[in-house]
C-alpha cells in the first residue's frame, strides 16, 4: 500500500530528478478507481512534466479520450460499474484510439489476466504494489518505442513532414472534432511548377534539395495546429484548421510571396528559387474527405492552367 501523507514533496523533487520521462513532456491518462492511488500517480508524473487526467471510471476515460489527445493511458482492471476490460474493447475497437500506447495496472497478479490482456492488445502489465520508478521507466520506454514507430510510418524520409497515411488518419479525427464542435477548416493543395526541369537541368539529387528547402519554408510559415504533408512526388497538402477558404487564400497567398522571392535551396555555390500553384478548399458540411482533396486539386489545375505561381479558390 502506498501512503501518500509520507511522501515529502522535496523527496519528490529529488527522485525525480533522475527520471527520464520528463524529457519527453507526454500527456497520460490514469484510469484507475483507488483515489489515493490516482492523486499519487498524478504528483509523481507531474513532477516528471507529463500532463495527466484522472478517470475514476469507464465512462469518465471515454469522455476524456474523445476530448483530448494522449500519449499514454494506463488501465486498471477492477473497477466499478465497469471493469476495465470494457474500456480495452472500447479502446481497441477505434480506429483512431487503438494504437494508444496503454499499461495495464492492476491488483491481479495471476497469468491469465495477463495473458488476456496482451492478447487483447496491452503494452505492458504492472502489479500492484509497484515503485514509481519502475513504472517511469516502462512508461519512458513504451512512448520511446512508439514515437520511433510514429516517425517510421508517418513521417515522409526526404523531407521529415509527415506523410500521405499521416495525413488521412488525422483529417479524419479533424473532421470527427469539427462534427462535435463546428469551425471552419480549409485544405491547401500544392504542386511545384516545372519541377521536372529542375531535375533534368541540375539533377535528382538538387530536386531532393529543392523539395526540402520548400518543405522547410512551408512548415516555419505556419502555425502549430497547421498539418503539413508530402502528398506525393512534388506535392503537399496542409490543413488549415479555423481558417475560411478567404482566409486560407490571405495565408497561401503570403507563403507564395515568400516562397518565390527567396532561393529554397543551394548547391554547389548556386542557388535555386521555385514557385508553386496551389488551391485552397473549405470543408462543407456533407463533404467526404477525397471530395474535398478534389475540389483543391481542381483549384490548384486551375491555377496551372492559368499561367502557374498563382493561388486559386
Ligand atoms: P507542372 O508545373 O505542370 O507541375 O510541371 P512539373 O514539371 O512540376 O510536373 P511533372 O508532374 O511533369 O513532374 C514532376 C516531377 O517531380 C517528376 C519527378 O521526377 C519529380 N519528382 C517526384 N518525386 C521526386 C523526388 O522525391 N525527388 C526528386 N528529385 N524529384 C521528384
Ligand atoms: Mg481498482
Ligand atoms: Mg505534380
Ligand atoms: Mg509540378
Known sequence: EISLTEIQMDELQHQSAISMLRTLKSRILLVDDDDALRSYLTKRLQLDECVVDEASN???????????????????LMMHPQSGYELFEYLKEDPTLKWLPLIVLSGRDDVSD????????ADD???KPFQYEE???????????????EQLAFRDPLTGVFNRRYFDLQIGLELQRIERYPAPISLVFIDIDSFKSVNDTYGHHVGDLVLQGLAH?????????????????????IALPNTTVDQGMAIMQDILDKVRSHPVAQYEGRTFAITFSAGVAEWQVGMT???????????MYQAKQQGKNRVLR
Open 125 to 127: 502489465y504492472v502489479t
Open 135 to 149: 513504472l517511469a521507466a516502462r512508461i519512458y520506454g513504451l512512448l520511446k518505442r512508439t514515437r520511433n514507430f
Open 217 to 237: 519554408r512551408l512548415q516555419v510559415n505556419l502555425r502549430s495546429t497547421d498539418l503539413l504533408a508530402r502528398f506525393g512526388g512534388e506535392e503537399f497538402v
Open 289 to 299: 474527405i477525397p471530395e474535398w482533396v478534389d475540389k483543391a486539386d481542381d483549384a
Open 114 to 121: 495477463k495473458v488476456r490482456c496482451f492478447h487483447l492488445g
Open 58 to 76: 469507464v465512462d469518465t476515460a471515454k469522455k476524456l479520450l474523445r476530448e483530448h489527445t494522449y500519449d499514454l493511458v494506463t488501465l486498471d
